[in-house]
């Protein structure tokens, strides 16, 4: 276990779309409500509970970051534990419960995503300890109403982690009403203890967050909908991590593994079957995700259950099975080393690549956000617009428009379409951000090398979804802004706020003229945009800007 923590350790990383939560959470901490902006209710997390405890650095003053590294590898351990005691007496021996220990804990996504900054390692462990409180009958005899009531509550608490743990939810409590006692009394008290914990948990949410921000459904849902090109989005997704994790060599074991558990009578082999097969339809039907597998965590520990009981009743030849073991395992190290680099780097987004984000020099969001925050203050009255709505809205401290809509409710549902990827098909327009006020369009971060011109950049290279016929104001200006390491930010200065110009003229920040084929000019009449009481924001065209 101790070095199975080092490896998570190890494998550290934090992932851009963990600062949402962390904004909502320091709302929350400074008592305006879990917002995005503040004033504005809309619910663009899809995480309640985790959000909730990201409040707690945020409220005593310390890193989240941090915080979250730590919650999130004594999670990990709990699950590795959880783990073993569900698979031991499912599989028959300790050893083997050990084995499928050694294989989830060296997983490189299993082991990764015990940091990443987001609720994932939080739901697995929830799903796993109802799972375990569901089987943990040493004595067969049927739960009584406490053991009942526990499971409702955690999977209560695993709903309001993430909603989709509805669907683990559904099947394990299925799984417990068939194991109340037949007495009628017992039957009736056992079932209403089932009930009532999940309902109160689940429901109370619902009730509230209805009323707090006026829909039953996230505004995420709204930008990750299905559609006709989830299905093949979801067969991709999975074939990828079958492919380079080697799993494709049990194949032929695992097809005839399949009729064995259609008929299988033991109650843990068979949640543990239901669970991963219903978890794997639903990653199927939403498309999987933009992120390294990290929707297959919570079913991988049932998943290498599963995996272990195939090698040890399936598979007879002894040298096969170890040859197998051994290919699970060099398998995660083929993973670990080479996805994400050459010819495996493609969709979804390696662990390395998402860490780089933040912190590659050619990248560097979280430096964006911090320097931004260093030249306007968190009070500044200036607001943002950017395609990574995380650690650049959250270090800049900065009013922000989710430009893929996520915390947008327009762009989520009426945005332009720009493709089929979970949580990017749709974009703000330009139209769409003026509306907003916004006077600093982010866009897809760029950063350019100082020793460098960004003149002939145009606002399509990072402003995704731009046009030609997309109206932009006039004296609009494209301007470059320092970061660290020898970078400058290029934004599009759209609309003209008296911090922007005083910080340009501190500065010294390039300006620049937009580069032809300029649109048709924007009419300041038409944006509906009223001077604001902090630092004045007016149409770009009426004033020159300032250099």
Not at 25 to 46: C, D, M, S
Request: aromatic residues 10%; glycine residues 10%; hydrophobic residues 50%.
């Amino acid at each position: 276990m101790a070095l199975l923590l080092l490896l998570a350790w190890f494998n550290r990383f934090i992932q851009d779309d963990a600062f949402i939560s962390f904004r909502y959470a320091r709302n929350i901490a400074r008592g305006l409500g879990p917002v995005w902006n503040q004033g504005e209710r809309v619910e663009g997390y899809t995480n309640f509970l985790w959000t909730l405890i990201m409040a707690l650095p945020h409220a005593a003053g310390i890193s989240p970051v941090g915080f979250s590294f730590g919650l999130g590898l004594v999670l990990f351990g709990v699950s590795l534990y959880l783990a073993y005691r569900v698979a031991a007496p499912i599989l028959g021996t300790a050893g083997r419960g050990l084995l499928v220990v050694l294989l989830l804990g060296t997983n490189y996504t299993f082991s990764a995503f015990a940091t990443s900054g987001m609720e994932t390692q939080l739901q697995t462990c929830l799903v796993c300890l109802a799972v375990f409180v569901l089987l943990n009958r040493e004595d067969g005899r049927a739960p009584g109403p406490g053991r009942l009531g526990l499971l409702s509550g955690v999977l209560g608490l695993a709903i309001l982690t993430r909603p989709d743990s509805a669907l683990p939810a559904v099947a394990l409590l299925v799984a417990a009403f068939r194991t109340t006692s037949r007495s009628r009394a017992g039957r009736v008290g056992g079932r209403l203890a089932l009930l009532a914990p999940v309902l109160v948990l689940a429901g109370g949410w619902l009730v509230w967050k209805t009323l707090f921000y006026g829909n039953l459904l996230p505004n995420t849902f709204h930008a990750k909908a299905p559609d006709l090109t989830s299905v093949p989005r979801g067969c991709y997704y999975l074939a990828v991590f079958i492919i380079t994790y080697f799993f494709f060599l049990l194949i032929p074991s695992a097809a005839r593994a399949v009729k064995r558990l259609l008929m299988t009578k033991e109650t843990g082999l068979g949640v543990a079957a239901a669970l991963t097969a219903l978890w794997l339809a639903y990653v199927l039907a939403f498309g999987g995700d933009f992120m390294e597998f990290r929707m297959l965590v919570p079913v991988t520990p049932f998943l290498f259950i599963l995996m272990v009981w195939t090698l040890f009743n399936v598979v007879r030849n002894r040298g096969l099975r170890i040859a197998l073991l051994a290919a699970v395992i060099a398998g995660s190290v083929f993973h670990g080393a080479f996805y994400g680099k050459g010819l495996l780097r493609r969709n979804p987004e390696s662990v390395r690549q998402l860490a780089g984000h933040l912190t590659r020099e050619d990248e560097n969001w979280a430096g964006i956000g911090r320097a931004l925050g260093r030249v306007f203050g968190p009070d500044a009255d200036v607001v943002i617009a950017t395609t990574a709505a995380g650690a650049i809205p959250y270090y800049s401290g900065l009013k922000a428009v989710d430009m893929l809509g996520l915390n947008d409710p327009w762009v989520a549902r009426a945005g332009r379409p720009i493709g089929s990827r979970p949580g990017h098909r749709r974009v703000a327009t330009v139209a769409h951000l003026v509306e907003k006020g916004v006077n600093l369009v982010i866009g897809h971060p760029t950063l350019v090398r100082s020793d460098s011109a960004a003149g002939a950049l145009e606002l399509s290279e990072f402003i995704p979804g731009f046009r030609d016929d997309d109206h932009v104001p006039d004296g609009a200006r494209l301007i470059e802004i320092p970061i660290d390491r020898g970078y400058r930010l290029v934004v599009l200065y759209l609309l003209r706020s008296e911090c922007v110009d005083r910080a340009i003229a501190e500065h010294g920040w390039n300006v620049r003229a937009v580069p032809p084929p300029r649109p048709r000019a924007y009419r300041a009449t038409d944006t509906g945009i009223r001077a604001s009481s902090s630092c004045s924001v007016q149409a770009a065209a009426s004033a020159p800007l300032m250099a």
